[in-house]
Nanobody
Framework: QVQLVESGGGLVQAGGSLRLSCAASGSIFSVNGMGWYRQAPGKQRELVAAITSAGSANYVDSVKGRFTISRDNAKNTAYLQMNSLKPEDTAVYYC???????????????WGQGTQVTVSS
């Protein structure tokens, strides 16, 4: 089995910063892309940032210049540094990873349990 465990969420004032972590563990042969999604109340889940195993990143327009995604391949961990936070960033943030459990398997998507980020105005 594969588990993704997120941490780092919380309550912060507008303009503040938070750093989210997502650690993948369990039966892992390799990890391909990793990403952070978020879902605000009454809204669809959206991709916030994604990073390839080679370190190439992309972001949704609303967070460009404020959020930075990174990863430590040796630890199968992804990070999301969030600066200049705005109330509209308030959401549950989910980690997603493409994981290969063994050479004979293909890549499968796994999700973390989510971590709440609340930005007060």
């Amino acid at each position: 089995q594969v588990q993704l465990v997120e941490s780092g969420g919380g309550l912060v004032q507008a303009g503040g910063s938070l750093r989210l972590s997502c650690a993948a563990s369990g039966s892992i042969f390799s990890v391909n892309g990793m990403g952070w999604y978020r879902q605000a109340p009454g809204k669809q889940r959206e991709l916030v940032a994604a990073i390839t195993s080679a370190g190439s990143a992309n972001y949704v327009d609303s967070v460009k210049g404020r959020f930075t995604i990174s990863r430590d391949n040796a630890k199968n961990t992804a990070y999301l540094q969030m600066n200049s936070l705005k109330p509209e960033d308030t959401a549950v943030y989910y980690c997603n990873a493409e994981v290969r459990r063994a050479l004979r398997f293909g890549y499968e998507h796994y999700w973390g349990q989510g971590t709440q980020v609340t930005v007060s105005s």
